[in-house]
């Protein structure tokens, strides 16, 4: 069975800065890694996925996410975080045919 | 319609009453999945139907939980003899099986509150 952990429950940063929400998955076989994002009060959203191929995701409004099999992660990063992007995120993976299975959430806090 | 739709928004009912809680997905896809997401938790997967195939009910916690689906569309989660720990804002939603790498497309949720 795949399982999905998000070390990191809340993450405050200021805003301009940098940020890494992190994310390490757990299967014996190839899956395909999400991210979502859930603005308060809103519903999940998919903010980027990684299938195969390249190792480098990116979204549009500036997120990015790398997926690395020998370390099992696949950490979301953008460069310059806007209050805007105040939300929870979540880290999911599947395999073909199967429920998707998500971790705990983070809770990113962009601060003025 | 144009996204997965669920109703009501929210639901407060009484403890030990049963409830209904409706998802529509979208027109098309062939699974469909619910989870539910208790305040300050993640999403925790109850119940999943793909195509005409038996569902994976290995997330519901009891048997107090049940799920159909009607004619691969619909699906109507049953909560009976609702608990206080039941309350949590209940998630459906779609995908489209057999595209590959295809994602799962949420609704609004419905928020339940058993008092």
């Known amino acids: 069975a795949q399982s999905v952990t998000q070390l990191d429950s809340q993450v405050p940063v200021f805003e301009e800065a940098p940020v890494e929400l992190r994310c390490n998955y757990s299967s014996s076989v190839s899956v395909y890694l999400f991210w979502y994002v859930q603005y308060p009060n809103q519903g999940l959203q998919l903010l980027l996925k990684?299938?195969?191929?390249?190792?480098l995701v990116e979204s549009i409004n500036g997120f990015e996410a790398e997926f690395n099999k020998s370390q099992t992660s696949f950490h979301l990063r953008k460069p310059s975080v806007h209050i805007s992007d105040t939300a929870e995120y979540f880290c999911a993976v599947t395999i073909y045919g199967q429920n998707f299975v998500f971790g705990p959430g983070t809770r990113l806090s962009v601060l003025p | 319609g144009a996204g997965v739709s669920q109703s009501p928004s929210n639901k407060v009912t009484e403890k030990g009453k049963d409830v209904e809680l409706r998802c529509d997905p979208i027109?098309?896809?062939?699974?469909l999945y619910w989870y539910r997401q208790s305040l300050g938790q993640g999403l925790e997967f109850l119940i999943y139907f793909q195509g005409n195939s038996a569902p994976d009910k290995s997330g519901l916690p009891s048997d107090r939980f049940s799920a159909e689906r009607t004619g691969g569309s619909v699906s109507t989660l049953t909560i009976q003899r609702t608990q206080q720990e039941d309350s949590a804002v209940y998630l459906c939603?779609?995908?489209?099986?057999?595209?590959?790498?295809?994602?799962?497309?949420f609704g609004q949720g419905t928020r339940l509150t058993v008092v």
């Open positions: 939603a779609s995908s489209e099986m057999g595209v590959y790498g295809t994602e799962a497309f």
């Open positions: 990684y299938l195969s191929g390249s190792t």
């Open positions: 027109s098309g896809h062939t699974a």
